[in-house]
């Protein structure tokens, strides 16, 4: 294979690699307009499963790829919607959307088969309810509760409304952040292992 050849190969792959990357990413963006509460979450949280398309990128390109979409469906949905968080909402999904498909797209790059996609995608959870407990506690509610200029124990009421458990910030976190990530990465794994092999070989075209 002479030079020439090579440069070419390796521009086909580049571009190959960034259509796939942007396809992906716009197809999450879509799916991210479709979102729905959870009824023991306050209503400001919404569930959307947009990490299940991405999951499946990572898992055909890597950790990197699964960020990269991350990111570029963030920007997306600012560019779609605005923002009504100074971003903060927008840093929150991404933070910790990468918390549930780096670690399991690692994880995977490794051990691909039936036995690792699941324990990549049990990492990912675990990962991503640690994560979106830690930020909602520590900045998400606290910068909201700032920014709207809406005392915490009016924020906790609401979680209260819905789940008799929330009684304070950690409750609010404990019994309704943790679980609705819970469910969360449980669904977009769920879709994952459904439906990664029957467009796997899509993605490695």
Same mark, same amino acid.
């Not at 963006?29 to 991405?54: H, Q, R, T």
């Not at 995608?121 to 909602?136: D, E, K």
């Given at each position: 294979?002479?030079?020439?050849q090579?440069?070419?190969? &390796?521009?086909?792959k #580049?571009?190959?690699?960034?259509?796939?990357?942007?396809? +992906?990413?716009?197809?999450s &963006?879509?799916?991210?307009?479709? !979102?729905?509460?959870?009824?023991?979450?306050?209503?400001?949280?919404?569930?959307?499963?947009? !990490?299940?398309?991405?999951?499946?990128?990572?898992f055909a390109?890597?950790?990197?790829a699964? &960020?990269v979409?991350?990111?570029?469906?963030?920007?997306?949905?600012?560019?779609?919607?605005? #923002?009504?968080?100074?971003?903060?909402?927008?840093?929150a999904?991404?933070? #910790? /959307?990468?918390? +549930?498909?780096?670690?399991?797209?690692?994880?995977?790059? =490794?051990h691909? #088969?039936?036995?690792?996609a699941?324990?990549?995608?049990? %990492?990912g959870?675990?990962?991503? %309810?640690?994560? /979106?407990? &830690?930020f909602? =506690?520590?900045?998400?509610?606290p910068?909201?509760s700032?920014? =709207?200029h809406?005392?915490?124990d !009016?924020?906790?009421?609401? /979680?209260?409304?819905?789940?008799?458990?929330?009684?304070?910030l950690?409750?609010l976190?404990?019994?309704?952040?943790?679980?609705?990530?819970?469910?969360?990465?449980?669904?977009?794994?769920?879709?994952?292992?459904?439906?990664y092999?029957? %467009?796997?070989?899509v993605?490695?075209?």
């Amino acid at each position: 294979m002479t030079d020439n050849q090579v440069k070419v190969n &390796a521009g086909r792959k #580049t571009v190959n690699y960034i259509v796939k990357v942007a396809i +992906l990413a716009a197809l999450s &963006a879509v799916i991210m307009l479709l !979102e729905f509460p959870l009824p023991f979450a306050p209503g400001f949280y919404k569930l959307d499963l947009s !990490e299940a398309v991405i999951l499946m990128g990572g898992f055909a390109m890597g950790p990197v790829a699964a &960020a990269v979409i991350e990111l570029i469906k963030n920007l997306i949905n600012i560019l779609l919607n605005g #923002t009504t968080t100074s971003f903060v909402g927008e840093f929150a999904n991404f933070l #910790t /959307g990468c918390a +549930l498909v780096v670690p399991a797209a690692i994880i995977y790059k =490794y051990h691909k #088969t039936l036995k690792g996609a699941i324990v990549s995608l049990v %990492v990912g959870t675990i990962s991503l %309810v640690v994560v /979106g407990s &830690a930020f909602n =506690y520590f900045v998400l509610i606290p910068a909201f509760s700032s920014m =709207y200029h809406m005392p915490l124990d !009016e924020i906790i009421s609401m /979680g209260s409304k819905v789940n008799p458990l929330v009684s304070d910030l950690k409750t609010l976190v404990m019994f309704a952040v943790a679980p609705f990530n819970i469910v969360k990465g449980v669904l977009c794994s769920l879709i994952n292992l459904l439906l990664y092999k029957r %467009v796997s070989k899509v993605l490695h075209i």
